[in-house]
Structure formats: structure tokens, C-alpha cells
């Protein structure tokens, strides 16, 4: 039987640190539902320490996860430590994940402490979380510019305080396939104790490794993952969660090695990452690209008709990707609406049921065609923002040839209360965003501004996605419409929102 590798996505927690990728509660709680779904072994759900919405939403995933680990971060600190337990303890299979960084560097510089300090804190700190639970998560920061020796030493300290699963990261993406893979032979060879351990690897991409050294660390004897849905994390991001799993599936014959992913449920997740961060997903990503499966060659398409695996190493479907996707139209019913979202992983009260319906039967017409991307926008746009403090209500662009600029009028709501304004712009986005400005009396700083088609056909949903800076503070929104400018009103508002949660608007 092959060995089972360890999924421990941590989408919630360094997913979430990726410059503009906040979450509020409830998408998150629905991407940790959407987690347990996808079968992954732990989903590290925040730092509890690190702010009271961090705290928030992990009490909450912990309290929901009923079938896999929910881990929190914490630092190798009493008050981190027993924060991060206060936040997990009802969950089903809780776990404290402790960090400390290992390297010169951050010992020198960050930490200001000697090695022989940072022992001593890996002894009390694991310790510690270990009094609270069995099941405690050693991470040395850095683990890949640390001396070896000194590695093995922190290794060994934290598994002697009773860590049950060790993780080595290549924090700054430093890493080289096979320098990792033997630095990961060397700790197993030399900790004397290794056997008491889960050995685990957590890679960046700094240079574009994270999956090659996830996979070499592997083959080397580690035997947990940590990954993100499609990567998303901080600066170049984590390893991905869909390659690693892909790559040990199709490549069995090489690794020897198993996961409990539910691979079909691959592209939904990724999707359902990709809205609720605004973040749409290259069409050239591997695995989940709308080019992944895509033959333009005309030799290409001739082998494929003759014998699919000419030239395509896995099928569509066993990712998700499903040939007929087209699902709901105008006569759709509640039954036929309830059905497809529990399909695409969403099981919603009776309340958002009806708000679901009576959206999509607007949308339908408008719109001929619904598909499953179409039924998520409008999931997440109208379900999972409700609580927000701005809201768009109405709103009407007008444009003329030249000499004539481009008016927007909007409707809004501002924290309940509902204000109007009307003004000009060099075009009609232009024109729909300085309105908004006036509206909420601020100015923050466009910097990315893009469209992209949700589905097919000209009456296709337009999916706008754009970035805002206010105070140095940065928030990606996204917005769908079958129009754009009202998808680009949505997104400009939803970042707006963003930022509110940050306290910057
Ligand atoms: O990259 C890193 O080292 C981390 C640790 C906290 C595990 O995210
Ligand atoms: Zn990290």
C-alpha cells in the first residue's frame, strides 16, 4: 500500500497574508466548508493572536470542521499559545501549530536572541501547547538558510517537549529541489527521535519552486504538505495545493505516494478561492487554467480525437471539469437551484436559498444561458456580502461622442443609510468611480483594473476585479454583472468594503 501524505492547506492563514487577499467570517467559513469537502487532512484556519478577527474566525472554522484537523498558528509566547487554544478547543481534532525562526539571520536581527535562547523557547513554548494538547506542530522559520546542526538541535528540542509534527519551511523561497531534499534526509538521519514525529515541508515560490521542492522533500521522507489553494500567499505564494496532489497522483508510478483529496473537487474550490479573494485564475495555471486542457495545435487536436492520452496526462474530469456545465435557466425551480449549489459545495439556509432564487431568475433575464460559474458569482456576491457597510442600490452611465464627458449617477448605501451623487469622468468608469469617491469622501488609489468574462456568448457575465490603495492599506474587490459597468461599480464597492474591515475607509 502506498504512504499517505499529509494535506495541510493553510489558504486561511498564509493564503490570506497575499497582498489584498482578505477574507471577512463567512467566506471563510465557507472556504474552510468547502476544505472539508475537498478532503484535505488539516486546514490551519488563522493566528489567533494576531488580531480579533484572526481569533474570530478560527473559534468559528473550529467549531464547524467536524471531519478534519483545524490548526492555529501561534508564536512559541504563553499568551499566543493560550490564545490559540482558547480559539480551537471545541474542535473536533484541534491542533496548536508553534513557530520560531532557526536562521542567523532572524535570530540575530529579528529575534535578537542567541541559539542558545531560541532553544530554550522551543523547549517552554512546545512545552506549553503541549499540556493543552497531544497534537502540537513545530515550525522553525527559516528552516532552509539554518545551519544544519543547529537544525537538528531545534528538531530534536521540539520533539523532546512533545511536538508531533515537525515542519521545515523554506520561508523566503531560497531552496533548491535536491539541497532540500537532503536537508530533509539529514534532520531525519540525525534527530535521534524522528520516528516520534510527522515531518512536514511548507515551501514559497519565490523562485518558482515551491511545488518542485514540496515534492522532492517527499520523496525524501516528509509526509505532510502544506499548501494553498492555487498557490495564493504571501509575496510569490505556497506550494499548490492542486499541483502536489495532481502531481502524486498521475506521477504514482514515481512517488509511491497517496492523498485523501477528492480530486473532482479541485477546480470548484479553486474557483471559490479565486472569487472570494478577487483574484481571477490565469488561463495558463496548471491544473485549473481554462487553457489546462485546452488544444489549439491542429496535430494536438487530431491525436486527442484519436486517443485523448496522445497528449493530455490526466482527464478534465477527474479535476472537476465537467463537459456540460450549463445548469439553471429562466423556469428553473427551487428544488432545481437548491440541488446545483449543494452540488458546487454550498448548503444554505432557507433565508439565502430565496435570495439565490430570486437573483437568479433576474439574471436569466437577462442572461439565456446559467452556468455553474454564474451560480457561484451570484452565490458569493449576494450571500456572502451581506454584511457589508457599502452597498451599491442603483445606478445609470451616460456616454456621448466627444465633447460631451461621460456622468455617472449612483445610489448607495453607507452604513445603512442611503446617499446619491452625480459626476462627470474621462470615461464612464472613470466617471462611475469618482462618484463613488464623492459619495463615501474619499479618494483611494486605483492600481489594477481589469475585466474578464465570466462564461461564453456576448451576453456573458463581465467579472471586474480591481485593487485599491487608501493609507497605505491595499484590498482587491470583484464584481459581476452582465453589465460592466455595474460590475465594476461592485467590485470598486466590494474593495471598498475590504478596506472597511481593515478600518482604512
Ligand atoms: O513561511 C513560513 O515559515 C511560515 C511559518 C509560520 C510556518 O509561514
Ligand atoms: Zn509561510
Redesign the pocket.
Known sequence: MADQVIIFD?SL??GE?APGATMNLQEKTHLAGQLENLGVNVIEAGFPASSGGDFEAVQAIASQIRNCEVAG?CRCRRSDIECAWEALNKAAFPRI?C?L?TSPIHMEYKLRKSPEEVLEMIKQGVGFAARFTSNVEF?A???SRTELDFLVQAVDAAIRAGATTI?I????GYAQPEEFAARIRYVLENVPDSDKAVFSV?C?NDLGLAVANTLAALRAGARQA?VTVSGLG?RAG?AALEEVVMALKVRKDYYGLETSIHTEQILHTCRALSMLVGQPIPANKAIVGANAFAHESGIHQDGVLKNPETYEIMTPESIGRTKTDLVLGKHSGRAAVKSKLEELGYNLDEEQLVIVVDALKKLADRKEKIYDEDVEALVLEEVYRLPDQYKLEDMSVNCATAGVPPTAAVVMQVRGESRRFASFGAGPVDAVFNTINSIIGASPRLHRYAVNAITRGTDAQGEVTVRLEYNKCTAVGRGSDPDILVASAKAYINALNRLEMKNEV
Open positions: 493553510t492563514r498564509d497574508q498558528l501549530h513557530f525562526a515550525s522559520e527559516d528552516a515542519n519551511p523554506d520561508t523566503v511548507h514559497h502544506e504571501e505556497n
